[in-house]
Antibody, heavy 126, light 110 residues
Framework: EVQLVQSGAEVKQPGESLRISCKGS????????IGWVRQMPGKGLEWMGI????????RYSPSFQGQVTISVDTSIDTAYLHWSSLRASDTANYFC???????????????????WGQGTLVTVSS | NFMLTQPHSVSESPGKTVTISCTRR????????VQWYQQRPGSAPTTVIF?????PSGVPDRFSGSIDSSSNSASLTISGLTTEDEADYFC?????????FGGGTKVTVL
């Protein structure tokens, strides 16, 4: 069974750093791009960025470029989302997603998210 | 850059049919595929439609997707509504530099 299992909820103070993780299993980790999606409380979904574990090429939403870093450790089939300095506005649920590529469009942002992690709730408060 | 606009909410009775629209502002809806994701309360989203009208295995054929170039919109239609269909639904597409979700539509089964 294909699964993405994320690390647990975090409570942090503004200015602190944080790295959350997403471990893939049940498939060849380096064969599928992994992305991150933010969902602020009571709000919709926002694409943050995506990385190719086999490359590792990465793309970021303009809204999140420079605000977060996406990385992978292929030795343990794990992707990460990292903040160097959290803000209260980073409070949200974060989902990692596996991108299934399209037969018709090979662009990195084409395809669809066929597997979602369970989400990691990050709370930033003083 | 582009945007995808959805109605905030729709409601209908069990057994009826609802259609959710997703209008692209900036670029043609037909240029890049549209996906639809269902998110039940407290759960992660799941895919119900990909590549405009394809259903992943396990998704019932009560769910269907379509594209209308004249209105530059995609639509998700759910027939034979059940209480299990109560959820938020998000459309999603991309262009060369960005991936965008619609704002989401809350479906209520009365």
């Amino acid at each position: 069974e294909v699964q993405l299992v994320q690390s647990g909820a975090e409570v942090k103070q503004p200015g602190e750093s944080l790295r959350i993780s997403c471990k893939g299993s049940g498939y060849t980790f380096t064969s599928y791009w992994i992305g991150w999606v933010r969902q602020m409380p009571g709000k919709g979904l926002e694409w943050m960025g995506i990385i190719n574990p086999g490359d590792p090429d990465s793309r970021y939403s303009p809204s999140f470029q420079g605000q977060v870093t996406i990385s992978v450790d292929t030795s343990i089939d794990t992707a990460y989302l990292h903040w160097s300095s959290l803000r209260a506005s980073d409070t949200a649920n974060y989902f990692c997603v596996r991108r299934r590529s399209s037969h018709y469009d090979t662009a990195p942002l084409a395809g669809y998210f066929d597997t979602w992690g369970q989400g990691t709730l990050v709370t930033v408060s003083s | 850059n582009f945007m995808l606009t959805q109605p905030h909410s729709v409601s209908e009775s069990p057994g009826k049919t609802v259609t959710i629209s997703c209008t692209r502002r900036g670029g043609s809806i037909a240029t890049n595929f549209v996906q639809w994701y269902q998110q039940r309360p407290g759960s992660a989203p799941t895919t119900v439609i990909f590549e405009d009208y394809q259903r992943p295995s396990g998704v019932p054929d009560r769910f269907s997707g379509s594209i209308d170039s004249s209105s530059n919109s995609a639509s998700l239609t759910i027939s034979g509504l059940t209480t299990e269909d109560e959820a938020d639904y998000f459309c999603q597409s991309h262009d060369v530099s960005s991936l965008v979700f619609g704002g989401g539509t809350k479906v209520t089964v009365l």
